[in-house]
């Protein structure tokens, strides 16, 4: 298995720009998660799925939209990007049930 | 916001035991303590999680008090490699029927092991 992949690894937008965030995971888990962590700071939860079709808003979610039109995949989309969404994201998924929570790799975002 | 309390740094020689606590006093009975690591900006990685039984495994030993409202997670022999950020979360564990096994992460320890 390859676990949780995401795409790209690092982006530079300009303020205004639109981009996707991609994350996919090949162990056939329900629940899907975006966060992100800004300098020195825990992670904060952005968007979450618990399934193909359903998605729910974490703590930060101004600024973002989901999808979820398949258990592999859930994108994160910014349609105006702004300085203060320069962050690093993490995309991580865990079987309903199941203790263990996997994290991507992580995309590292500069907006300026 | 985070449910649990962590001392912002900790250092630790090569080969002795790391002890890393945290405060978790508002728990909840159906709440897991759960510690994961982050290591230089990589996504966090999964330790170990406990409910009221202290719990070991190849990576580390998890010790719960008895009023489950303080935990310590312990690296018994820490190595270089063992320099990360460490959170310690509380959260629902197992079948959480209907549950979204969300995880609120605090800003953890930032563990520095020294050689």
């Known amino acids: 298995n390859a676990g949780v992949t995401q795409t790209p690894k690092f982006r530079i937008l300009k303020i205004g720009q639109s981009m996707t965030l991609q994350c996919t995971q090949d162990m056939n888990h329900n629940y899907m998660y975006w966060y992100r962590q800004d300098p020195g700071m825990g992670l904060k939860l952005i968007y979450y799925s618990v399934g193909a079709g359903i998605t729910d808003k974490g703590e930060v979610p101004n600024g973002y939209n989901v999808s979820r039109s398949t258990t592999e995949d859930f994108p994160l989309r910014l349609e105006l990007a702004a300085p203060s969404q320069t962050s690093v994201y993490f995309c991580a998924s865990i079987l309903s049930g199941a203790d263990t929570q996997y994290f991507g790799p992580g995309t590292r975002l500069t907006v300026l | 916001d985070a449910k649990t309390t962590q001392p912002t740094s900790m250092d630790c020689a090569e080969g002795r035991a ?96 020294n050689p």
């Open chain 2, 18 to 113: 790391a002890n890393l606590p945290c405060n978790h006093s508002t728990i909840s009975g159906n709440e897991y303590v759960y510690w994961y690591r982050q290591i230089h900006s990589q996504g966090p990685q999964y330790i170990i999680h406990g409910l009221k039984n202290n719990e070991t495994n190849e990576m580390a030993s998890l010790i719960i008090t008895e009023d489950r409202k303080s935990s310590t997670l312990i690296l018994p022999h820490a190595t270089l490699r063992d320099t990360a950020v460490y959170y310690c979360i509380v959260r629902v564990g197992g079948i959480t029927q209907g549950g979204s096994e969300k995880l609120v992460f605090g800003k953890g320890t930032k563990l520095t092991v």
